[in-house]
């Protein structure tokens, strides 16, 4: 059986749930969340699962996305210091939003999951990953290049006890970064 070795620290981390926010300002409530900071957006719509960058106030896909609010799933805008999470509701889209290093205290541990595809090519702007079971996709770059072949994707748990039975349960999770 393999053995699974989490570092456990921890943080204060704060977050806000569950508000309503329109299709047509997403991009504006992005804007408001990171303003000047750089983030990796991970979008998910109906036909599509795209890999983008806010940099500059901008957004950088390697194609065209939301076009269409029928086809929106989920959406999660993240770098170190926090994430902004939009997903489609039955008839609104809601957004959650959790920040680090303000906040209650929790106990946390980062992971890092394999992405999918071997690395390609590099235009400069965007990795480009291909696997013979998936299709090409690509993944922007933002100085986090390295030799090894393994692209990977980070994320942060947050742990609490449960009140029935003392057990830790994650609570939380949050994206973290891309490594490429």
């Given at each position: 059986?393999?053995?699974?070795?989490?570092?456990?620290s921890t943080i204060?981390s704060?977050?806000?749930?569950d508000?309503?926010?329109?299709?047509?300002?997403?991009k504006?409530?992005?804007?408001?969340?990171?303003?000047?900071?750089?983030?990796y957006?991970?979008?998910?719509?109906?036909?599509?699962?795209?890999?983008?960058?806010y940099?500059?106030?901008?957004f950088i896909?390697?194609?065209e996305?939301?076009q269409?609010?029928?086809?929106?799933i989920?959406?999660?805008?993240?770098?170190?210091?926090?994430?902004?999470?939009i997903?489609?509701?039955?008839?609104?889209?809601k957004?959650?939003?959790?920040?680090?290093?303000?906040?209650?205290?929790?106990?946390?541990?980062?992971?890092?999951?394999?992405?999918w595809g071997n690395?390609?090519k590099?235009?400069?702007?965007?990795?480009?990953?291909?696997?013979e079971?998936?299709?090409?996709?690509?993944?922007?770059i933002?100085?986090?290049?390295?030799?090894?072949n393994?692209?990977k994707l980070?994320?942060?748990?947050?742990?609490?006890?449960?009140?029935?039975?003392?057990?830790?349960?994650?609570?939380?999770?949050?994206l973290?970064?891309?490594?490429?």
């Amino acid at each position: 059986m393999a053995e699974l070795n989490y570092n456990i620290s921890t943080i204060k981390s704060s977050y806000v749930s569950d508000f309503n926010i329109d299709f047509f300002n997403i991009k504006t409530r992005i804007k408001e969340i990171f303003n000047e900071d750089t983030a990796y957006i991970l979008l998910k719509e109906s036909n599509e699962v795209s890999v983008g960058l806010y940099k500059n106030k901008d957004f950088i896909f390697k194609n065209e996305v939301l076009q269409n609010k029928d086809l929106f799933i989920d959406m999660r805008i993240f770098n170190n210091e926090k994430e902004l999470y939009i997903w489609k509701s039955k008839y609104d889209f809601k957004n959650r939003i959790r920040i680090d290093n303000e906040g209650k205290e929790y106990d946390f541990y980062d992971e890092e999951l394999l992405l999918w595809g071997n690395k390609i090519k590099n235009d400069g702007i965007f990795m480009e990953l291909e696997e013979e079971k998936i299709k090409k996709y690509y993944i922007p770059i933002n100085e986090n290049v390295t030799n090894n072949n393994e692209g990977k994707l980070v994320v942060r748990n947050y742990i609490r006890c449960s009140r029935e039975d003392g057990m830790a349960i994650i609570e939380d999770f949050r994206l973290l970064d891309i490594k490429l």
